[in-house]
């Protein structure tokens, strides 16, 4: 199946979700983004390096996200997975970002969490200068519900905190 993304690219198959590996995690934690996008550098924050990289603390939290090919292109995390409110972190290899599939990425993972852990309402925070994000969630539904300051690489950030019925 390709599908085609909102920019009039394509992307060459189906988003296939399976549990994270160590060489998919390592592999994540290689990318590199650009600008002001080296924000979501995993060596920009050695905690979140570190909970990626070991096995335990990563537990079955982290999903990993290929094509039909088997290329990795991304990853979703699902925190508390057993509530009713399911926390979402995500990530798409930096080759894709920008490129008009975000909106078909968060879909799929939204919809395998829908199916792994019948959540009844999805929660996501994202940096406040992440524009391009924030869009792509407020077109999936997502409403902001509050901004906070978190510390994390290195200094206090803005995020904003979005919600949407499952």
């Not at 060459?12 to 979700?17: L, M, N, S």
């Not at 094509?67 to 925190?79: A, H, N, P, S, V």
């Not at 969630?137 to 509050?146: K, L, M, N, P, S």
């Not at 510390?151 to 905190?161: A, L, M, V």
Request: glycine share 10%; aromatic share 14%; net charge negative.
């Amino acid at each position: 199946m390709t599908t085609r993304d909102e920019s009039g690219g394509h992307w060459p198959g189906e988003f296939r979700f399976r549990p994270m590996t160590q060489a998919d995690a390592e592999e994540i934690a290689s990318w590199r983004y650009p600008g002001e996008y080296s924000f979501y550098n995993w060596t920009s924050d050695p905690g979140d390096l570190a909970e990626l990289l070991d096995p335990h603390a990563r537990s079955d939290e982290y999903v990993a996200v290929s094509c039909e090919e088997r290329t990795l292109i991304g990853f979703f995390q699902y925190k508390h997975p057993h509530g009713t409110r399911l926390e979402i972190g995500l990530g798409l290899h930096p080759s894709w970002t920008g490129q008009g599939l975000g909106e078909s990425f968060l879909e799929a993972g939204l919809d395998y969490a829908r199916r792994s852990f019948a959540p009844e309402e999805f929660t996501v925070s994202v940096v406040g200068f992440n524009r391009r994000a924030i869009i792509v969630y407020e077109r999936a539904g997502f409403e902001t519900v509050r901004s906070f300051n978190h510390r994390t690489n290195g200094r206090d950030w803005e995020f904003i905190e979005m919600r949407r019925p499952a």
